[in-house]
């Protein structure tokens, strides 16, 4: 295991310790934009228990209904994405997969679209059961079609994905539009938002996520050993299959999280998972943790500029990291860089 | 008349003009163009406030009583005239972009070129146009999305699904720019423009279709003329270019037409995705060939087309479900089966 614990390089320092340092700005940063004219000063005397901000009930609202719960959600979102993608990249070996991508992002909403639809859910519990439901589904589906295509073909496993998400995307589309749920306030939430953020709902999803990324940390060392082939692992007592259906559970606890919180968002895993990749690319461990960092960093940057460039109006973040990942998912295609990666170091 | 010609074919002769038509592709055509028929009347037939067929029938003969008059010709039949325009549009452009990129995934609309028509269209309706449907700026996006592609992939034909995957990222990064485009805009003016970027034909009118469907017209003997070299490039460009034929001039063309005629189909109901995908590939399997030809393709597409409208209008009645809703389920459960199908290649 000399492999594994092998002290942070170079490299992997300063990103560490640059990455922490651009989240405080970005905290900053966020608390301090929005509607209202507070700043950072008043934000943060408000928090540090300052008492005249504390007696401004406006500031009060502003900071606890809105920048509060967003930045904490984005946090949340952020992390919980680029960790289920770090995991679906090992699983899968192929360094193309996130949730979005794979169309777990879709099963996940088609869950919650049948939830909201025929029983009637309205509390965050039952958005996180029934996006982990339809998770689960979209999930065991596409690591079902990923065997069945083998893992020669990261591009073809990448089109299934696209064509699973856009069967949910159709049947979750045409429940809602037939049963006259008011397509302004889906709409929003279709495209991937972070505005409608609640602390409750922050509340109750984090244990759920924090499940996830315990799961995922167990799961590590199998997972790394994992990359030299199943017979490799098999011979040093590691159970594949288990490790994939522990895979799958974490995977879908985490996506499910993402999505009842903030709608679907892709890109954000893929970007994250790709760059902790570049950085790390063995132990699983590592790639977890600045997965998770540049996650964070990722959604809470795009969802400062979704709040800031279109004021007074506001984009969906989901939108917004399209723009920015599609991009960025074509020049890496076009590298053939994802092919060097699929090779094991 | 001794008949020298291959068997399966039948030998017209107009004085010094001779054609040897393919008799099962005929046939096949002949049948397909019943079937749409069939299909079209049927979806006059159906909708709130019904009508049988006979009524349907007696009042396209010019029999109907005054109220059915109007359902028919007034309501029920801009819309279907719409569907099948687009449909026709969409399985020409499908036929032409699958056959010169020799990939049977790469069609106008997974590869990017629907949603650049249709985000010209959009943004000249949002800012630009007052009043009238700008269909006429869609093959303008159209042609930038492809440009675009094709400065990113320099050679499609020889990239197999990693030119999809570019193109699938290029129509994500094109739809993003779209929401984007409508974020900004109060909701008030966007109920229908939202519906139709997921393809919705329930506002479609004359005044987009007739000229559409005109140019589409035009374009046909331009079609026929390229069918015979466009089956030859089929072959490899060398061959090809050995038979006697100016490649690059033909791709060249070939990629002219098929963009215009996708963002002319795009512009009437909006990025409907999988039709052009389907189409080709239904009609090939008809024929029984490869390489089907442009019109069987194009009918094919129109069929499709007319039953997934008429799929969505009969399941989610009273309410209206954009097309393109049908289509991308339909759709998907077909691309799955395309690539489980494909096992053994990789990318």
Known sequence: MTQISHPLTRRQYHALLGGCLLLCILLVCSLATGAGQYGATDVFGFLLGEPARLADDKLAMVVNTLRLPRTLAALLVGSSLALAATLLQSATRNPLAEPGLLGVNAGAVFGLVIGLIYFGVESTQGYLIWAGAGALLGNVLVLGIGVMLGQASPLKLILAGMALAAVFGGMANFLLLSTRVALEQ?????LGSLSASELSAVITVSPMALLGLVLAILLCRQLTLMQMGDSQARALGISTTWVRIGVLLATTLLTACAIALA????????????????????????QLLFSSLFGMLFLLAADILAR?????????????????????????????????????? | MPSKHPSGLWHLRLGALNLLLHRRTWLLSLL???????????????????????????????????????MVFKIRMPRVAAVVVAGLAMGMAGCLIQTLVRNRLATPDMIGVNEGASLAVIGFALYLTVGSWPWWAS??????????????????????????????????????????????????????????????FAGASYSTVAPIALILLALCPLLAWLNRPLALLRFGEATAQNLGIKVAALQLAVLGVAILVAALGTAIGGPVVFIAMAAPIIASWLARDHLAPIWLAALCGAVLLVGSDTLSRLLAQPEEIPTGIMTRLLGGVLLLILLLKDRKGSD
């Not at chain 1, 968002?265 to 690319?281: D, K, N, Q």
């Not at chain 1, 007074?312 to 990666?341: D, H, K, M, Q």
């Not at chain 2, 995957?165 to 974020?183: C, P, Q, T, Y």
């Open chain 1, 186 to 190: 889906f709409r929003y939430w279709n």
């Open chain 1, 263 to 286: 709608g679907p968002i892709g890109f954000v895993g893929f970007l994250a998972a790709y760059c902790a990749r570049l950085l790390e690319p063995v132990a699983l461990l590592r």
């Open chain 1, 308 to 345: 800031w460039l279109v004021q007074p109006f506001e984009l969906p973040v989901g939108t917004l990291l399209a723009a920015l990942g599609a991009p960025a998912l074509i020049a890496i295609v076009l590298r053939g860089g994802f092919r060097s990666l699929l090779a094991v170091k």
């Open chain 2, 32 to 70: 397909v163009l019943g079937v749409l028929l069939t299909l079209m009347v049927v979806a006059i037939s159906l909708g709130s406030g019904r009508m049988g067929v006979t009524d349907v029938l007696a009042t396209l003969g010019g029999q109907g009583s005054k109220l059915n008059d109007i």
């Open chain 2, 139 to 200: 093959p303008l996006g159209a042609a930038l999305a492809a440009v675009a592609l094709f400065v990113l992939c320099r050679r499609p034909g020889e990239q197999g699904y990693l030119f999809i995957v570019i193109g699938i990222a290029l129509s994500e990064l094109l739809g993003a720019v779209g929401d984007f485009m409508m974020a900004t805009q109060p909701l008030v003016h966007l109920g229908s423009i939202y519906l139709w970027t997921m393809g919705h």
